[in-house]
């Protein structure tokens, strides 16, 4: 089945450091990928959405110069949390649909990556 | 806007038993529905995914429903298991844009 790669699964950070956080579509092209943010027992909300090859559009709310998205390739989506703040710590996850399958096969979701800014 | 309400919260359980898990959503113009399960600290584990125009899905012990017109889905778990213990996540699909999350169902099955 489809699998999506997330990577780090946990990183700490210093307060005012960015950290990257990537996501690969192992075994299907992905055109859009979603970036979610999750916080303790809270629902998946959507921060923005990454279109290979343009800009991402962001949801309400949502720095775009904070939370810079890069989708370079059908395979392969980053987000660089800039200038991290303790607030900014979360747990965040991507997902990604299959060029091919459009969805009707759902989405697959990455194992997401716990952030703490200290 | 499409809404996402998931009843109840949490659910406490003996082992053995059936349950289910209520899904409602304001708009009923929706692509597909899709149910999650989430271990803490982890990512999401897709269960079922119920097209439009289909009324459920099943694998293995799990039966998910969907009533588009009345903007409802059902998972229904059956003979529960200390493992099944996680939050379940209903998530629904209008036309190709971003899932659209409920806030889950924490399961806790006792043994």
């Known amino acids: 089945g489809a699998v999506v790669s997330q990577h780090p699964s946990r990183v700490i950070c210093k307060s005012g450091t960015s950290v990257k956080i990537e996501c690969r579509s192992l075994d299907f092209q992905a055109t859009t990928m979603f970036w979610y943010r999750q916080f303790p027992k809270q629902s998946l909300m959507l921060m923005a959405t990454s279109n290979e090859g343009s800009k991402a559009t962001y949801e309400q709310g949502v720095e775009k110069d904070k939370f810079l998205i890069n989708h370079a390739s059908l395979t392969l989506s980053t987000l660089t949390v800039t200038s991290a703040h303790p607030e900014d710590s979360s747990f965040y996850i991507c997902?990604?649909?299959?060029?091919?399958?459009?969805?009707?096969?759902?989405?697959?979701f990455g194992s997401g990556t716990r952030l703490t800014v200290v | 806007k499409q809404e996402v309400t998931q009843i109840p919260a949490a659910l406490s359980v003996p082992e053995g038993e059936n349950l289910v898990l209520n899904c409602s959503f304001t708009?009923?113009?929706?692509?597909?529905l899709q149910w999650f399960r989430q271990d803490p600290g982890k990512g999401l584990t897709s269960l079922l995914l119920i097209q439009s125009s289909q009324r459920e899905q099943t694998s293995g012990r799990l039966n998910a429903s969907l009533d588009k017109s009345s903007g409802r889905s059902t998972l229904y778990i059956a003979a529960s298991q200390p493992g099944d213990s996680a939050t379940y996540l209903c998530?629904?699909?209008?036309?190709?844009?971003?899932?659209?999350f409920g806030k889950g169902t924490t399961l806790s099955v006792s043994s």
């Open positions: 998530a629904v699909d209008q036309a190709g844009t971003a899932l659209i």
């Open positions: 997902s990604a649909r299959d060029r091919l399958l459009g969805g009707a096969n759902g989405y697959t």
């Open positions: 708009d009923s113009a929706i692509y597909n």
